[in-house]
């Protein structure tokens, strides 16, 4: 059976996505900060096999410590979903909190690495899989108040085109998705709980669903060894660019 190794997926896209590829036939491990809620993924799932690791991608030694405790053919999953990381404030740069830029950069790029880290030395060993980048449109494009979640952003779009080169000899692909206005609990958090400013992000026009990009990354991640997808940039329909939206 497959394995498909997804952090944050205690929500959002990473949670859909768990449930997408246990549908597609790959076992999983679902990494995330809120044991409940990965539990509680695991039970709905059953009878497919589920493996849950509570950590914060951000801390290295977490991370070393619990993929430790995997087996050894977990630690080599044939999938890698990068999924974990979001935003925190929507703020000028002069006025931003550093308190925020670290929780991007620590979770957005430091964590993506952490993990990537621990799970190479089994994914290279094999010389095959795939390791998916869950990036965003926040990456490529720049908008007013973006500052440190668009760089950090960019980071993960730079870190998939230089990690692709670098794997190439082993094997292991690595491609990048690029989502648009999701509607998860990404604003929430943005907004820090503020539920009416989140609402509005969505408002007046139909967002993307965390399934619509679960079923996009069960197909790239799914190619023969033959083909990568190397970079997917989906939007809402009613989305033309980052902020650019049409409300009715
Ligand atoms: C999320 C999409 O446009 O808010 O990454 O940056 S956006």
Redo the contacts with the bound molecule.
């Keep these: 059976m497959r394995t498909a190794f997804i952090t944050g997926a205690s929500s959002g896209i990473g949670r859909a996505s768990a449930v997408a590829l246990a549908g597609a036939g790959f076992q999983l491990v679902v990494t995330g900060r809120r044991r409940e809620r990965l539990e509680a993924l695991a039970a709905e799932l059953a009878p497919v096999p589920v493996h849950t690791l509570v950590f914060d991608v951000g801390d290295r030694t977490a991370v070393q410590a619990a993929i430790a405790t995997l087996p050894a053919e977990l630690q080599a999953p044939d999938v890698l979903i990068n999924n974990a990381g979001g935003?925190h404030g929507l703020a000028p740069i002069q006025t931003g909190d550093p308190t925020d830029w670290d929780q991007m950069l620590d979770a957005n790029v430091r964590g993506l690495l952490n993990v990537t880290h621990a799970l190479l030395p089994g994914m290279t060993a094999r010389q095959t899989g795939f390791i998916l980048n869950v990036?965003?449109?926040?990456?490529h494009?720049a908008?007013a108040n973006?500052n440190v979640?668009?760089a950090s952003?960019a980071a993960v779009a730079m870190l998939t085109k230089t990690m692709r080169l670098d794997l190439l000899p082993t094997g292991v692909r690595v491609a990048e998705i690029?989502?648009?206005?999701?509607e998860t609990e990404?604003?929430r958090v943005?907004f820090k709980g503020d539920e009416a400013r989140a609402a509005k992000?969505y408002e007046g026009f139909q967002p993307l669903l965390p399934e619509d990009i679960a079923e996009i990354i069960v197909f790239m991640v799914t190619r023969p060894p033959h083909v990568t997808i190397a970079e997917v940039l989906v939007l809402a329909g009613a989305q033309g660019a980052?902020?650019t939206i049409v409300r009715k």
């Design positions: 935003a990036g965003s449109i926040a990456g494009e908008y973006g979640y668009c952003k690029n989502p648009g206005a999701v990404f604003s943005r992000v980052a902020t």
